[in-house]
Every structure is written in structure tokens, then in C-alpha cells.
């Protein structure tokens, strides 16, 4: 599976905005996908994870209620729709997928990463 992360940009503390990984692929109905988070000096954490038919969807406590993810399997496509952004939101955001049928939390579980996309939020 080929990841490819995009929708990153620079917004003010309040604003939306929809982060996209699109991927290449035979497995990718197959995988939870995920998104993850690298905020400047920090590690790498986890934000949203997403179940093969979407019947499951986890996040974690500091986007929950904000952040929303989805995804087409169609198209190939998880979406991350990020509502009331906060300066703390800022980091460069990475989705994920495994070679495994079920999702955990920690990075060494996911098998392929996309490239980043940076989100910026000023306050």
C-alpha cells in the first residue's frame, strides 16, 4: 500500500479544514487506516483510526468531538475532517496502514506511512 497525505495549510484557531490520504493498492480495503500527528519537538501520537467497513471509528481524548474521520473505499480515500482547530492542533499530520486486520495504537503496528502533511493554526 502506497499512503499519499494531502490538505495540510495554514488556518486560525476556530477554522476547518479536511486532510485527504489517498491510496494505491489492493490491500487498502483490507487495512484500518489511521492518522497520526508530529507536533515540532514531540513524538509521533495518534489521533483517529478508522476500521475496514468503517463500522468502528477511535480517536484520541484531545481531538474527540472535533475531529472526524472516513473513508471511501471505492475511491480509495480515508478522510480527516479537523473542526475547531487550535494552535495545539499544529503539527505535521501522517496516515498509516497495516498489514494486520485489526488497529493499535502504537507506531511499530503500522506498516506504511504517507509522507506528511503540515498543519499550521495560528491562534
Known amino acids: 500500500v502506497q499512503l499519499q497525505a494531502s490538505g495540510g495549510g495554514l488556518v486560525q484557531a476556530g477554522d476547518s479544514l479536511r486532510l485527504s490520504c489517498a491510496a494505491s493498492?489492493?490491500?487498502?480495503?483490507?487495512?484500518?487506516i489511521a492518522w497520526f500527528r508530529q507536533a515540532p519537538g514531540k513524538r509521533r501520537e495518534f489521533v483517529a483510526v478508522i476500521t475496514q467497513s468503517s463500522s468502528t471509528t477511535d480517536y484520541a481524548a484531545s481531538v474527540k468531538g472535533r475531529f472526524t474521520i472516513s473513508r471511501d473505499n471505492a475511491k480509495k480515500i480515508v478522510y480527516l475532517q479537523m473542526d475547531m482547530l487550535k494552535p495545539e492542533d499544529t503539527a505535521v499530520y501522517y496516515c498509516?496502514?497495516?498489514?494486520?486486520?485489526?488497529?493499535?495504537?502504537?507506531?511499530?503496528?503500522?506498516?506504511?506511512w504517507g509522507q506528511g502533511t503540515l498543519v499550521t493554526v495560528s491562534s
Open positions: 493498492g489492493p490491500s487498502f480495503s483490507g487495512s484500518p
Open positions: 498509516a496502514a497495516t498489514e494486520r486486520s485489526a488497529y493499535a495504537f502504537h507506531l511499530s503496528w503500522w506498516n506504511y
